[in-house]
């Protein structure tokens, strides 16, 4: 099984909301992962976990606040979010690679995000 | 600065044609290429490639990595109109200290199977 699950599938949110996405892997991965896709571009990294310890934040603005409560949790909590913060953000996940090693990501089916 | 590049970014073939689809990278603390398929969704897991010149096969899809020329390629033999998708190319490198991994994408090449 090499599912990682995202919901909401799809979300419209207005400025002023504040909601949250939510990410969910059973495959015992230990590192996950959030990022932001726009159209017709390849994905961007947002953060890392690691360990359910946050390792990379790659400067994302304060308004987007990832949380991973245990190891097969993530979630992006957002508050604030402008109209050009719409996109399709994307789950993954991945053994946490050591040494020379590099592990397969693998992605969920993302959570398409307006913000109107 | 950390790149990768595919080639062509877009094309455009029959069905029943094969492509090949090219992956360049330069990058520091290379780990591994994976290959991605995208639809009108998520990336879809094709290929990860670790060691130069191993064919990984999976149906009519099959790619190879030249590690000391940087390059890899993902060949579609006998193409289908369910082929039609973006293909990503990404190379995984170590990032920071310790165990971080971080994707450095290309562009993609945009493939069309037209019947």
């Known amino acids: 099984d090499t599912e990682v699950t995202q919901t909401p599938k799809h979300l419209v949110m207005g400025m002023t909301n504040k909601k949250s996405l939510k990410c969910e892997q059973h495959?015992?991965?230990?590192?996950m992962y959030w990022y932001k896709q726009k159209a017709k571009k390849p994905p961007e990294l947002m953060f890392v976990?690691?360990?359910?310890?946050?390792?990379i934040n790659e400067s994302v603005p304060s308004r987007f606040s990832p949380e991973c409560p245990n190891s097969s949790l993530l979630n992006l909590h957002l508050h604030a979010l402008q109209p050009e913060d719409s996109a399709l953000y994307l789950c993954a996940s991945s053994q946490v690679s050591t040494g020379n090693s590099g592990n397969t990501i693998y992605f969920g089916e993302g959570s398409w995000l307006t913000v109107v | 600065e950390d790149k990768v590049v595919q080639s062509p970014l877009s094309l455009v073939v029959h069905e029943g044609d094969t492509v090949t689809l090219n992956c360049s990278y330069e990058?520091?603390?290379?780990?591994?290429l994976l290959w991605y398929k995208q639809e009108k969704k998520a990336p879809t897991f094709l290929f990860m490639l670790t060691s130069s010149g191993i064919e990984k096969k999976s149906g009519r899809l099959s790619s190879i990595l030249d590690k000391k020329e940087l390059f890899s390629i993902l060949n579609i033999t006998a193409t289908q109109t369910g082929d039609s998708a973006i293909y990503l190319c990404a190379a995984l490198i170590r990032y920071n200290a310790g165990n971080n991994r971080k994707l450095i994408w290309g562009l993609g090449t945009s493939l069309a199977v037209n019947p």
């Open positions: 495959m015992g991965h230990r590192a």
């Open positions: 990058v520091t603390n290379f780990r591994s």
């Open positions: 976990y690691s360990y359910e310890k946050l390792s």
